[in-house]
């Protein structure tokens, strides 16, 4: 059984935020941080719902916490919310600490298969079944048989490609200006080219689709009207502009795989960024639509 640390403790909301802290086997038995809000319920005995909240490049655990006006919502709908870093910490590898957008704040929630990175650079592990695993030990009132996952760009990316590959774990997905086509992108080659090892010539490479949400949705085996997806962008975000989140390819990729906007929202919101100011904005939208599907 996995000892979980607590680091810090605040009441917000109506609730209380926990920061655990643990020696995680996906990640090399790397310490790893999770923050974890659990509200107040009219049913103690009852477990609450939780929705996954990953964050995006450069940040950690505590981002989305501080910045992304999260918890009145999720209180108000009874939603537990889990907040885990974005990569490990301290592997000491070469190279992984050189540039904001790969290595340290950058695990992009993969599962790394390069000989150089495969020790400690398994996000998709920690999250999917590490962290879940963990916190159903400790018994802290949390209903893992109703999960659904959220995330801002590098953790939008993340938040769809677990979704679409983990249907059976997670009721619906959210994201705030993902990464919807990496595979295809310069943030994504960049992380595919170094994590993964990649031997096939196909372009893309058949080793980075798997982690690409535009591939995923568009190939998708799954009865039709069975997605719950969300992808908000702001019209004015650099990044979109540069080309790395590509919302239109997800569009290219429901209408492929012939799903409607009942099961698949794209939508472009007029005049926002990439910043938490966007997100904050439209958060409690979000939670309310995750909190339709966990309690439906």
């Not at 990640?27 to 999770?34: Q, S």
Request: net charge negative; aromatic share 10%; hydrophobic share 35%.
């Amino acid at each position: 059984m996995t000892k979980l640390e607590q680091v810090s403790s605040n009441r917000v909301s109506t609730g209380t935020l926990t920061k655990y802290a643990f020696e995680s086997t996906s990640l090399g038995g790397l310490k790893t941080n999770v923050n974890v809000f659990v509200p107040f319920t009219n049913k103690p005995a009852s477990p609450v719902p939780v929705l996954f909240y990953l964050a995006g490049l450069t940040c950690n655990e505590d981002t989305g916490a501080q910045k992304g006006g999260l918890f009145n919502k999720a209180g108000e709908e009874g939603l537990a919310l889990v907040l885990p870093d974005t990569s490990p910490r301290g592997a000491g590898i070469e190279g992984e600490d050189d540039d904001w957008d790969f290595g340290t704040g950058a695990g992009f929630y993969l599962n790394a298969t390069a000989d150089k990175w495969k020790k400690h650079y398994n996000m998709y592990d920690l999250v999917v079944e590490e962290i879940p695993k963990v916190l159903k030990e400790a018994d802290l009132g949390l209903d893992f048989d109703k999960v659904s996952i959220m995330g801002h760009s590098m953790g939008g990316h993340g938040a769809l490609t677990l979704y679409l590959k983990n249907l059976d774990k997670y009721t619906s997905a959210s994201a705030f200006a993902p990464a919807c086509n990496p595979s295809r992108t310069p943030w994504g080659t960049k992380a595919f080219q170094n994590y993964l090892l990649t031997r096939t010539r196909s372009s893309p490479p058949s080793e980075w689709t798997p982690y690409d949400a535009s591939h995923l949705l568009s190939s998708i085996d799954a009865p039709k009207g069975s997605l719950r997806m969300l992808v908000d962008t702001g019209s004015a975000d650099d990044f979109l502009k540069k080309g790395q989140l590509e919302p239109d390819a997800l569009k290219e990729a429901a209408k492929a795989s012939g799903r409607g906007e009942d099961e698949v929202q794209i939508r472009l919101q007029d005049g926002y960024d990439h910043s938490y100011y966007f997100i904050s904005t439209f958060s409690p939208e979000h939670i309310a639509f995750h909190a339709k599907h966990l309690k439906a």
